[in-house]
């Protein structure tokens, strides 16, 4: 059989700023595979079906970033694939992975490549496994178990709530019975938060200030920020008495061209003054703790339509790049993920 065009994309260059769809990203169709009986050395060949775009990718496209990327190096992500042959009984054909992929079509791995089989046996569908039933989906629920501690009664800021993580951080928060305030960059998502998500109240913080959101709302006992800069200094300054603060993206920060241009945060003494706690948090961290309990409670809560969520699918494995810009530039309504075939 004739040989299967394998395309990917790398990285071309390290972007100053915003990536230039251009010049900072390369889509390669000159590769091919043998997929019905290449070499697979005792591992295991998969088919890449979907690949989730995330605004942490940004830091390791720069020159220098925490876990940068080399120049030439194919993107790496959360992706969903099928396993077309294998050597090893770890995993046999027709096995649906999630875990750590690269942007490639095909991708031949050794046997002790680290995957989880998803049994989907609530018949969700596959694409969910990269948002709310996946890492976004594990960020919110770890940190909201482990940093954020909720309590009934209280009063939760989540900021780029229609986002992946916090579609799921508002969700779970108003199941725990509290006071929730969400904030979007555009009236369309407003409306999806307040009429599909049912929070008590959002903003479009492109027309409204954060300050002005805020004290319409009242004080906060818990800030999830996916934003940091300005709209962390606002939270900060609204946060109650012995709140808490969940660092869980600076998206703001994330295309700035030198650090001199980083905003620098003014509040800092109402961490003092009010005895708030801020802790960062990264997922992987919680892996161990708390996956296998999120596995068996939020894809359950999916299927029973308890957990709504938004998607924004990218048909091809090409428009990759154009998917995360958009990321980036917050043009996205709902999760992006690419759908790869």
């Known amino acids: 059989m004739a040989p299967t065009p394998n395309p990917s994309i790398s990285l071309a260059a390290h972007p100053v700023g915003y990536p230039d769809l251009g010049k900072d990203f390369k889509y390669d169709t000159s590769a091919t595979i043998d997929v019905d009986s290449g070499a697979l050395n005792g591992g295991f060949l998969t088919k ?22 080399k120049l030439g190096q194919l993107f790496e992500g959360f992706g969903i694939s099928e396993v077309l042959r294998s050597e090893t ?24 490549a680290p995957f989880r089989v998803l049994h989907n046996t609530e018949n969700i569908p596959l694409s969910v496994y990269l948002g709310v039933a996946g890492m976004p989906g594990k960020t919110a629920y770890y940190g909201l178990r482990a940093i954020a501690d909720p309590k009934a009664g209280e ?14 951080v508002c969700q779970l928060a108003k199941a725990k019975g509290l006071r929730v305030l969400g904030s979007a960059g555009s009236d369309e998502k407003v409306r999806f938060l307040l009429e599909d998500l049912k929070i008590d109240a959002a903003f479009n913080y492109k027309t409204t200030s954060t300050e002005e959101g805020l004290k319409k709302f009242g004080g906060i006992d818990i800030y999830w920020d996916n934003v940091g800069g300005e709209m962390l200094d606002a939270a900060l300054e609204a946060m109650n008495k012995f709140g808490r603060i969940v660092l869980c ?30 802790q960062g948090l990264y997922v992987t961290s919680y892996e161990e703790k708390y996956s296998d309990e999120f596995y068996a409670t939020v894809p359950k809560m999916i299927a ?22 958009g990321v980036l530039k917050g043009d996205n309504v709902g999760k992006a993920v690419v759908k790869v075939a």
Do not use: C
Request: proline share 4%; hydrophobic share 35%; glycine share 12%.
């Open 249 to 278: 993206g600076h998206i703001s920060m994330y295309n700035v061209k030198t650090p001199g241009e980083r905003y620098g945060i003014k509040n800092t003494y109402s961490l003092l003054y009010k005895e708030v706690k801020m």
């Open 89 to 112: 009984d770890q995993y046999k054909k027709g096995d649906i992975l999630y875990g750590t992929t690269t942007f490639r079509a095909y991708n031949v791995w050794p046997a002790s």
């Open 155 to 168: 009063s939760i800021f989540v900021s780029t709530a229609a986002g992946p993580v916090g579609q799921l």
């Open 304 to 325: 029973e339509g308890k957990i709504k969520y938004l998607e924004d699918v990218t048909e091809g494995l090409e428009h990759a790049p154009n998917a995360l810009l």
């Open 48 to 69: 890449t079906l979907y690949l989730s775009v995330d605004p942490y990718m940004r830091n390791r496209m720069r020159d220098g970033g925490l876990g940068g990327w």
